[in-house]
């Protein structure tokens, strides 16, 4: 059951990962045009700085962020962890994956009513156009729920390391010290 979970949330990832880099693509393509047209030209695209600061941005971030807790890149203090014993890591890997269960619930909490009521009354940024506010916004829960999910699957990974006192097979796929004794330090 489990295997077959991560495969969907692992397409959903993807997906958004692609969407991210789509996103970045666009960022640096609107970027370099603007600014080529705002020095040679004297004329910049007047929608270029909302488009990348409202949405384009929010979007790579939360987009990219489940996929990049999966394949652990996000910044980690190496120089501590990998001085701990395997059992010591994964409780606090444990303790960390639940405390950001629980704070990115309260930012889904916060932000899917909040799209909602965007949407339903229309909000708009107003600047050179009328941008849409939940067009924005609606980034937000969609990349904090995969995340919340990437996050349990490791806190089940952590207890089940922790409980057997081996490292355990990875959903992810992300490498392991498969076969290490997890040392109690006695």
């Known amino acids: 059951m489990w295997r077959r979970l991560n495969e969907y949330l692992t397409f959903a990832e993807n997906v958004c990962s692609a969407l991210a880099a789509i996103g970045l693509g666009l960022i640096m393509l609107i970027v370099a045009s603007d600014v080529a047209l705002r020095y040679g030209f004297g004329r910049p695209w007047p929608w270029a700085y909302d488009i990348?600061?409202?949405?384009?941005?929010?979007?790579?971030?939360?987009?990219?962020?489940?996929?990049?807790?999966?394949?652990?890149?996000?910044?980690?203090?190496e120089l501590v962890h990998s001085r701990l014993r395997l059992r010591t890591k994964h409780v606090l890997d444990l303790f960390s994956?639940?405390?950001?269960?629980i704070l990115f619930s309260l930012l889904v909490m916060i932000t899917i009513p909040l799209t909602k009521s965007q949407y339903v009354h229309s909000e708009v940024i107003s600047s050179y156009m009328d941008w849409p506010t939940w067009l924005s916004t609606i980034f937000v829960p969609i990349g904090a729920i995969l995340t919340i999910l990437r996050l349990t699957f490791s806190a089940v990974e952590h207890v089940e390391a922790i409980l057997s006192g081996h490292e355990v097979a990875s959903f992810r796929g992300a490498p392991t010290l498969a076969g290490s004794t997890i040392s109690t330090g006695e």
Do not use: Q
């Open 97 to 101: 994956s639940i405390l950001s269960v």
């Open 52 to 77: 990348v600061s409202i949405y384009l941005t929010v979007s790579v971030f939360y987009l990219a962020l489940p996929r990049t807790l999966r394949e652990h890149g996000h910044v980690n203090v």
